[in-house]
Protein backbone atom coordinates (compact mmCIF):
# COMPACT_ATOMS: atom_id res chain seq x y z
CA UNK A 1 0.00 0.00 0.00
CA UNK A 2 1.61 3.22 -1.06
CA UNK A 3 1.01 6.16 1.54
CA UNK A 4 1.45 10.13 0.22
CA UNK A 5 1.28 12.83 2.55
CA UNK A 6 1.81 15.45 -0.69
CA UNK A 7 -0.09 16.15 -3.87
CA UNK A 8 2.92 16.11 -6.49
CA UNK A 9 3.94 12.41 -5.31
CA UNK A 10 0.30 11.12 -5.28
CA UNK A 11 -0.03 12.72 -8.97
CA UNK A 12 2.89 11.18 -10.56
CA UNK A 13 2.34 8.24 -8.99
CA UNK A 14 -1.51 7.67 -10.47
CA UNK A 15 -0.45 9.35 -13.74
CA UNK A 16 1.62 6.41 -14.60
CA UNK A 17 -1.08 4.01 -13.71
CA UNK A 18 -3.45 6.22 -15.89
CA UNK A 19 -0.94 6.01 -19.32
CA UNK A 20 -1.47 2.09 -18.90
CA UNK A 21 -5.35 2.72 -19.06
CA UNK A 22 -6.27 1.24 -15.33
CA UNK A 23 -9.34 2.82 -13.71
CA UNK A 24 -9.00 4.43 -10.57
CA UNK A 25 -11.76 4.48 -8.03
CA UNK A 26 -11.54 6.64 -5.05
CA UNK A 27 -13.28 6.41 -1.49
CA UNK A 28 -12.78 10.62 0.24
CA UNK A 29 -13.47 9.75 4.32
CA UNK A 30 -12.45 11.79 7.54
CA UNK A 31 -10.85 8.50 9.10
CA UNK A 32 -11.88 6.45 12.42
CA UNK A 33 -12.52 4.07 9.62
CA UNK A 34 -15.22 0.94 10.64
CA UNK A 35 -17.14 -1.20 8.49
CA UNK A 36 -18.79 1.11 6.56
CA UNK A 37 -16.29 2.70 4.86
CA UNK A 38 -14.14 -0.55 4.06
CA UNK A 39 -17.24 -1.18 2.05
CA UNK A 40 -16.90 1.67 0.59
CA UNK A 41 -13.03 0.38 -0.30
CA UNK A 42 -14.60 -3.11 -1.11
CA UNK A 43 -16.90 -1.38 -4.15
CA UNK A 44 -14.05 0.33 -5.68
CA UNK A 45 -11.71 -3.02 -5.64
CA UNK A 46 -14.90 -4.63 -7.20
CA UNK A 47 -15.24 -2.12 -9.77
CA UNK A 48 -11.82 -0.45 -9.84
CA UNK A 49 -7.91 -1.42 -11.02
CA UNK A 50 -6.88 0.95 -8.34
CA UNK A 51 -8.47 2.05 -5.02
CA UNK A 52 -7.80 5.46 -3.57
CA UNK A 53 -8.89 5.91 -0.23
CA UNK A 54 -8.16 9.55 1.35
CA UNK A 55 -8.20 10.49 4.93
CA UNK A 56 -8.29 14.38 5.89
CA UNK A 57 -10.96 15.91 8.00
CA UNK A 58 -11.89 18.71 6.33
CA UNK A 59 -12.05 21.91 8.99
CA UNK A 60 -14.32 23.75 6.60
CA UNK A 61 -17.50 21.53 6.73
CA UNK A 62 -17.42 22.02 10.54
CA UNK A 63 -20.20 24.74 11.48
CA UNK A 64 -19.10 23.84 15.36
CA UNK A 65 -15.61 23.78 16.23
CA UNK A 66 -16.28 21.37 19.20
CA UNK A 67 -17.14 19.21 16.71
CA UNK A 68 -14.05 19.67 14.31
CA UNK A 69 -11.63 19.38 17.92
CA UNK A 70 -12.85 15.86 19.60
CA UNK A 71 -13.63 14.29 15.61
CA UNK A 72 -11.89 10.98 16.26
CA UNK A 73 -8.26 10.88 15.10
CA UNK A 74 -7.08 7.46 14.79
CA UNK A 75 -4.96 7.36 11.41
CA UNK A 76 -2.57 4.58 12.64
CA UNK A 77 -5.33 2.11 13.19
CA UNK A 78 -7.11 3.56 9.87
CA UNK A 79 -3.57 2.95 8.21
CA UNK A 80 -3.81 -0.65 9.44
CA UNK A 81 -7.58 -1.64 8.43
CA UNK A 82 -6.63 -0.46 4.60
CA UNK A 83 -3.54 -2.43 4.20
CA UNK A 84 -5.89 -5.29 5.53
CA UNK A 85 -8.50 -4.24 2.63
CA UNK A 86 -5.94 -4.27 0.04
CA UNK A 87 -6.31 -0.93 -0.46
CA UNK A 88 -3.85 0.44 -2.89
CA UNK A 89 -3.05 3.87 -2.22
CA UNK A 90 -3.94 6.12 0.56
CA UNK A 91 -3.66 10.03 0.55
CA UNK A 92 -3.39 11.94 3.78
CA UNK A 93 -2.50 15.09 3.74
CA UNK A 94 -2.12 18.11 6.11
CA UNK A 95 -4.34 21.14 6.76
CA UNK A 96 -1.80 23.24 5.17
CA UNK A 97 -1.55 21.20 1.70
CA UNK A 98 -5.67 21.10 1.22
CA UNK A 99 -5.49 24.67 2.23
CA UNK A 100 -2.11 26.59 1.25
CA UNK A 101 -3.80 30.07 1.93
CA UNK A 102 -6.97 30.77 3.32
CA UNK A 103 -9.75 30.20 1.27
CA UNK A 104 -12.69 32.48 -0.09
CA UNK A 105 -14.62 30.76 -2.45
CA UNK A 106 -18.21 30.08 -0.80
CA UNK A 107 -20.52 26.91 -3.05
CA UNK A 108 -24.32 27.03 -2.98
CA UNK A 109 -26.53 24.39 -3.93
CA UNK A 110 -29.84 25.95 -4.18
CA UNK A 111 -32.74 24.49 -2.54
CA UNK A 112 -30.42 21.44 -1.65
CA UNK A 113 -28.50 23.58 1.20
CA UNK A 114 -31.50 25.06 2.84
CA UNK A 115 -33.26 21.83 4.15
CA UNK A 116 -32.37 18.94 6.41
CA UNK A 117 -28.50 18.73 7.04
CA UNK A 118 -27.97 22.25 5.29
CA UNK A 119 -30.77 23.96 7.12
CA UNK A 120 -29.28 23.06 11.35
CA UNK A 121 -25.21 22.71 9.80
CA UNK A 122 -24.78 26.27 8.02
CA UNK A 123 -21.68 26.44 5.73
CA UNK A 124 -20.77 22.59 6.23
CA UNK A 125 -21.94 21.64 2.69
CA UNK A 126 -19.93 24.79 1.35
CA UNK A 127 -17.16 22.73 2.75
CA UNK A 128 -18.30 19.80 1.73
CA UNK A 129 -17.98 20.48 -1.86
CA UNK A 130 -14.71 22.73 -1.73
CA UNK A 131 -12.61 20.00 -0.50
CA UNK A 132 -14.23 17.03 -2.44
CA UNK A 133 -13.66 19.51 -5.66
CA UNK A 134 -10.36 19.66 -4.41
CA UNK A 135 -9.51 16.09 -4.30
CA UNK A 136 -11.51 15.32 -7.45
CA UNK A 137 -8.75 17.66 -8.96
CA UNK A 138 -6.44 15.66 -7.19
CA UNK A 139 -7.18 12.36 -7.83
CA UNK A 140 -8.86 12.72 -11.16
CA UNK A 141 -10.97 9.14 -10.15
CA UNK A 142 -12.75 7.47 -13.13
CA UNK A 143 -15.14 6.34 -10.12
CA UNK A 144 -16.12 7.75 -6.41
CA UNK A 145 -17.67 5.73 -4.01
CA UNK A 146 -20.22 7.37 -1.24
CA UNK A 147 -22.15 5.97 1.26
CA UNK A 148 -25.98 6.15 1.79
CA UNK A 149 -25.72 7.35 4.93
CA UNK A 150 -25.06 10.67 3.86
CA UNK A 151 -28.18 10.88 1.24
CA UNK A 152 -28.13 14.97 0.75
CA UNK A 153 -24.28 15.02 0.72
CA UNK A 154 -24.37 12.33 -2.02
CA UNK A 155 -27.53 14.31 -3.67
CA UNK A 156 -24.76 17.94 -3.53
CA UNK A 157 -21.78 15.55 -4.95
CA UNK A 158 -23.97 14.64 -7.83
CA UNK A 159 -24.70 18.05 -8.41
CA UNK A 160 -20.99 19.62 -8.18
CA UNK A 161 -19.93 16.88 -10.55
CA UNK A 162 -22.28 17.77 -13.14
CA UNK A 163 -22.08 21.39 -12.72
CA UNK A 164 -18.41 21.45 -12.49
CA UNK A 165 -17.90 19.13 -15.63
CA UNK A 166 -15.70 16.39 -13.67
CA UNK A 167 -16.32 13.15 -15.51
CA UNK A 168 -16.40 11.24 -12.79
CA UNK A 169 -19.15 8.44 -12.30
CA UNK A 170 -20.50 8.59 -8.27
CA UNK A 171 -21.78 5.26 -6.89
CA UNK A 172 -23.91 5.44 -3.69
CA UNK A 173 -23.19 2.60 -1.75
CA UNK A 174 -25.65 0.46 1.16
CA UNK A 175 -25.32 1.91 5.14
CA UNK A 176 -23.53 -0.84 7.31
CA UNK A 177 -25.05 -1.22 10.73
CA UNK A 178 -24.78 -2.58 13.62
CA UNK A 179 -26.12 -5.67 14.71
CA UNK A 180 -28.95 -3.55 16.64
CA UNK A 181 -29.66 -1.73 13.82
CA UNK A 182 -27.42 1.74 14.64
CA UNK A 183 -25.83 3.02 11.44
CA UNK A 184 -22.21 2.56 11.67
CA UNK A 185 -20.59 5.92 12.49
CA UNK A 186 -17.07 7.34 12.99
CA UNK A 187 -18.92 9.73 16.16
CA UNK A 188 -20.21 6.39 17.67
CA UNK A 189 -17.33 6.34 19.08
CA UNK A 190 -17.97 8.99 21.37
CA UNK A 191 -20.55 7.64 22.66
CA UNK A 192 -20.92 6.23 26.77
CA UNK A 193 -22.06 2.99 27.10
CA UNK A 194 -25.69 4.51 27.81
CA UNK A 195 -25.91 6.55 24.81
CA UNK A 196 -24.38 3.69 22.52
CA UNK A 197 -27.53 2.09 23.79
CA UNK A 198 -29.95 5.04 23.62
CA UNK A 199 -29.08 5.50 19.90
CA UNK A 200 -30.55 2.44 18.46
CA UNK A 201 -33.66 4.75 18.99
CA UNK A 202 -32.75 7.20 15.19
CA UNK A 203 -33.31 3.40 13.65
CA UNK A 204 -35.93 2.24 15.73
CA UNK A 205 -37.81 5.71 14.90
CA UNK A 206 -37.02 4.78 10.99
CA UNK A 207 -38.45 1.56 11.21
CA UNK A 208 -41.58 2.82 12.97
CA UNK A 209 -42.48 5.27 10.42
CA UNK A 210 -42.07 2.37 7.45
CA UNK A 211 -44.03 0.58 9.57
CA UNK A 212 -47.32 3.36 9.68
CA UNK A 213 -46.54 4.91 6.25
CA UNK A 214 -46.91 1.23 4.68
CA UNK A 215 -50.15 0.52 6.27
CA UNK A 216 -51.78 3.70 5.27
CA UNK A 217 -51.11 6.53 7.59
CA UNK A 218 -50.50 9.76 5.96
CA UNK A 219 -47.25 12.02 6.48
CA UNK A 220 -48.79 14.52 9.04
CA UNK A 221 -49.91 11.31 11.28
CA UNK A 222 -46.34 9.38 10.62
CA UNK A 223 -44.49 12.62 11.72
CA UNK A 224 -46.45 12.52 14.75
CA UNK A 225 -45.82 9.36 15.92
CA UNK A 226 -42.18 9.90 15.62
CA UNK A 227 -41.88 13.12 17.44
CA UNK A 228 -44.37 11.05 19.95
CA UNK A 229 -41.49 8.83 20.27
CA UNK A 230 -38.90 10.82 20.98
CA UNK A 231 -41.32 12.67 23.47
CA UNK A 232 -40.96 10.19 25.72
CA UNK A 233 -36.48 9.80 25.21
CA UNK A 234 -35.56 12.51 27.26
CA UNK A 235 -32.12 11.82 26.89
CA UNK A 236 -32.48 12.21 23.08
CA UNK A 237 -32.78 15.14 21.35
CA UNK A 238 -34.65 14.69 18.09
CA UNK A 239 -33.36 17.83 15.53
CA UNK A 240 -35.76 16.65 12.49
CA UNK A 241 -37.43 13.73 10.76
CA UNK A 242 -38.14 14.39 7.27
CA UNK A 243 -40.18 12.48 4.71
CA UNK A 244 -39.06 13.34 1.41
CA UNK A 245 -38.70 12.25 -2.50
CA UNK A 246 -35.76 10.23 -2.59
CA UNK A 247 -34.84 11.71 -6.25
CA UNK A 248 -35.15 15.43 -5.42
CA UNK A 249 -34.98 15.73 -1.53
CA UNK A 250 -38.58 17.90 -1.91
CA UNK A 251 -40.54 17.67 1.44
CA UNK A 252 -43.62 15.78 0.80
CA UNK A 253 -46.62 17.18 2.71
CA UNK A 254 -49.63 15.22 1.84
CA UNK A 255 -50.13 12.41 -0.40
CA UNK A 256 -48.00 10.06 -1.47
CA UNK A 257 -47.60 8.86 -5.46
CA UNK A 258 -48.28 5.70 -6.21
CA UNK A 259 -44.61 3.60 -6.60
CA UNK A 260 -42.64 6.60 -4.86
CA UNK A 261 -39.54 6.22 -3.61
CA UNK A 262 -39.37 8.38 -0.35
CA UNK A 263 -36.59 8.93 2.03
CA UNK A 264 -37.25 9.02 5.43
CA UNK A 265 -34.07 11.20 7.25
CA UNK A 266 -33.72 11.86 10.40
CA UNK A 267 -31.00 13.73 12.78
CA UNK A 268 -31.05 13.63 16.47
CA UNK A 269 -28.02 14.61 19.47
CA UNK A 270 -27.57 12.05 21.84
CA UNK A 271 -25.98 13.69 24.64
CA UNK A 272 -23.33 16.02 22.75
CA UNK A 273 -23.06 13.75 19.93
CA UNK A 274 -25.34 14.77 16.70
CA UNK A 275 -26.04 11.45 15.04
CA UNK A 276 -27.97 11.49 11.39
CA UNK A 277 -29.47 8.32 9.46
CA UNK A 278 -31.93 7.28 6.15
CA UNK A 279 -33.94 4.85 5.36
CA UNK A 280 -35.37 4.51 1.45
CA UNK A 281 -38.78 3.05 0.95
CA UNK A 282 -41.05 2.29 -2.22
CA UNK A 283 -44.40 3.47 -1.57
P1 LIG B 1 -16.89 10.21 6.65
O1 LIG B 1 -15.57 9.65 7.02
O2 LIG B 1 -17.87 10.26 7.75
O3 LIG B 1 -16.76 11.53 5.90
O4 LIG B 1 -17.50 9.20 5.59
C1 LIG B 1 -16.81 8.85 4.42
C2 LIG B 1 -17.74 8.09 3.53
O5 LIG B 1 -18.18 6.91 4.19
C3 LIG B 1 -19.00 8.88 3.15
O6 LIG B 1 -19.30 8.67 1.79
C4 LIG B 1 -20.05 8.27 4.05
O7 LIG B 1 -21.36 8.37 3.52
C5 LIG B 1 -19.59 6.83 4.11
N1 LIG B 1 -20.16 6.15 5.28
C6 LIG B 1 -20.14 6.59 6.56
N2 LIG B 1 -20.81 5.74 7.36
C7 LIG B 1 -21.26 4.74 6.57
C8 LIG B 1 -22.02 3.56 6.81
N3 LIG B 1 -22.46 3.24 8.02
N4 LIG B 1 -22.28 2.75 5.75
C9 LIG B 1 -21.84 3.07 4.50
N5 LIG B 1 -21.12 4.17 4.21
C10 LIG B 1 -20.82 5.00 5.23
Known amino acids: MQIFRDIAGLKTFLNTWRKEGKSIGFVPTMGALHNGHLSLIEASKSKCDLTVCSIFINPTQFNDSKDFEKYPRTVDNDLILLQKYNCDVVFCPTDDIMYPEKTQLQIHFGYLEHIMEGKH ?115 IHLEYFEIVDRNSLQSIEESIQKNQQLALCIAAYIGEIRLIDNIIINY
Open 121 to 235: RPGHFSGVGLIVAKLFHVVQPDLAFFGQKDLQQFMILDRLTKDLLFDIELVCCPIIREEDGLAMSSRNQRLSKIERLEAVALFQALQLAKEHLLNGKNITETKKIIYNFFEEKKS
